[in-house]
């Protein structure tokens, strides 16, 4: 399979088939997702949570976010890597807001990056776009704005708050993002967004009508147990496995079973 492009994003949108997108931050997880065939990979700045242990995703820096990038981009054949801006790496302007986004693909191997908002940053996405890096912008509970949001809330369930996220997403469009991810909306609002806009639109906790699905790989694997938002489906529980093997090892070295002539040398 050739690796995936905007314009694949874009024909799919066209044809009415659904994208695939998932979190992964290390290489052998990168591996498993581009083998399981999903079309995206997102270096999320989630990592900060669910790899660094943090309370949010604030603290993370540019340049843990290219390290994580650069392990994902060596793990991956066909996927596109998507590199999650941080925190501070784009809203001081449009000249660090290119200069950041660059590295991602000239440092990480990424083919394009993520940053939040919409009005707000559009001058930093047209100036991206002018530089030939690829954008997708991302409205709706914007994890980065925390603090000014209260809390990690459902956003555009008023009739005044739901306009605005449809402005801002035109905004987007306009400014040249090439998708939108949608995130914590109802699920009516993301229907009405997705069917507005030209360019596909990703959902996360935004139902069933945008133009394709991410999840945080950590939440799809039961890899993180911190809290598990309404949105996530687990299709396995990876964490049990893993405490059951390494509790047998304790166990097998305690009682001198491990290692057994089998795994020693002669």
């Known amino acids: 399979m050739p690796k995936i492009t905007i314009q694949d994003f874009l024909k799919k949108k066209a044809e009415g088939k659904k994208i695939t997108m998932l979190t992964a931050y290390d290489y052998p997880f990168a591996q498993i997702v581009d083998e399981a ?56 302007g449009v000249a660090d ?13 990424a083919s394009a990056v993520k940053l939040e908002g919409g009005a707000e940053v559009a001058d930093q996405i047209r100036a991206m776009r002018r530089s030939d890096i690829p954008v997708m912008a991302h409205i709706g509970l914007t ?3 925390v603090h000014r949001m209260g809390g ?3 956003q555009g369930k008023t009739d005044e708050a739901a306009g605005r996220l449809i402005e801002e997403a035109r905004i987007a469009e306009e400014a040249g993002a090439f998708s939108l991810l949608l995130e914590a909306i109802p699920l009516g609002l993301a229907k009405k967004i997705t069917e507005e806009v030209s360019i596909p ?3 996360i906790g935004a139902g069933p009508h945008c133009d ?3 999840l945080v ?10 809290f598990v938002p309404k949105f996530v489906k687990r299709y396995a529980n990876l964490k049990e496995t893993a405490l059951k093997a390494v509790r047998d090892y304790r166990e097998e070295v305690e009682k001198g079973v491990f290692p057994s002539e089998e ?3 002669k």
């Open 37 to 92: 065939g999903i079309d995206a990979i997102l270096v999320g700045d989630s990592l900060g949570m669910v790899v660094q242990g943090l309370e949010n995703t604030l603290p993370v820096t540019m340049d843990e976010m290219i390290y994580h990038t650069k392990l994902v981009s060596r793990g991956v054949k066909n996927a596109m890597v998507i590199g999650d801006m941080p925190f501070m790496s784009y809203q001081t």
């Open 97 to 109: 807001a290119v200069r950041n986004a660059g590295r991602f693909l000239k440092e990480a191997g």
């Open 143 to 145: 994890p980065q704005s």
């Open 152 to 154: 990690y809330k459902v």
């Open 201 to 203: 639109t990703i959902g």
């Open 212 to 214: 394709g699905q991410v």
């Open 217 to 226: 790989l950590h939440d799809v694997i039961g890899m993180f147990e911190r």
């Open 263 to 265: 795994t020693s040398f």
